[in-house]
């Protein structure tokens, strides 16, 4: 199993930062690190546990990692666990510290724990996280057009299934609008029709500029202030978010999440 994320920020921003190419699950055998492979091992275990709604325990997973890494397996497990991070904004948290089980949870409080459906499936919080990520880029407001470029890049294509996203047109134009992750609107007197996305009541409460940003940095193996225009975007609101703690603004907050 392989899984695949954009590593590059859009076009407009390239005076923002450096050219960047795509990430993946690292699961080929390194002869500068011995552990990479391990590494990707254990990533493909834990994303097919989750899919599987199985539980995750540490003896299954020193199994797949073989037990003569025992010494090693907290740092593959570390690794492994910072980079579902980076890719599909998942968290490996502790269930069960007598029995040291483990379960993915999404970084967003999407349904179903980021399957968005019930029933199995792979997180969608990570492509989520890329799509307000293009969404702050583009000064708040992004083109259905620069979406679907960006997407491209990691290989997302409307009306093509993908084999973590499902058909990916029906989950960022229905799906993440049903709940309220998104705005997908018209074109003010666009003719023919065009659309554009904004981020969502949810999405405001649920995350920051800041977290998607660090998100998008992440993946660019870099800093936020690295790109120094979307960082101070960010900065200023952090500080407005940590200002706002009017309750008439909490109940508005409320009605629209309802």
Request: glycine content about 4%.
């Amino acid at each position: 199993m392989t899984s695949h994320t954009s590593k590059q920020i859009s076009n407009s921003q390239k005076e923002e930062g450096k050219s960047t190419s795509e990430a993946t699950l690292s699961t080929d055998d390194s002869c500068e690190d011995p552990l990479t492979g391990k590494v990707g091992l254990l990533e493909q275990f834990l994303l097919y546990k989750y899919e599987m709604k199985q539980r995750i325990t540490k003896e299954d997973m020193l199994k797949v990692v073989n037990q003569k890494y025992k010494n090693e397996f907290a740092e593959i497990f570390k690794r492994a666990c910072e980079h579902l991070a980076d890719v599909f904004a998942v968290d490996v948290r502790e269930v069960d510290s007598t029995n040291h089980s483990y379960n993915l949870v999404s970084k967003l409080k999407l349904p179903n724990n980021g399957r968005i459906r019930a029933g199995r499936g792979l997180p969608k919080a990570g492509l989520l996280m890329n799509v307000l990520g293009m969404i702050f880029m583009k000064g708040d407001c992004a083109s259905e057009e620069d979406i679907w470029r960006f997407l491209k890049m990691m290989h997302v294509y409307p009306g093509k299934k993908h084999f973590i996203y499902g058909e990916p047109k029906k989950l960022i134009t229905k799906d993440l609008v049903r709940l309220k992750y998104l705005v997908y609107r018209q074109v003010v007197n666009s003719d023919p029709p065009r659309h554009e996305f904004l981020w969502g009541p949810r999405a405001h409460a649920e995350t920051s500029k800041m977290q998607v940003l660090e998100f998008l940095a992440k993946i660019n193996e870099t800093a936020p202030s690295f790109f120094p225009t979307l960082y101070e975007e960010a900065l200023k609101d952090e500080k407005e978010r940590s200002q706002t703690t009017d309750p008439i603004w909490i109940l508005v907050m409320v009605h629209f999440l309802a």
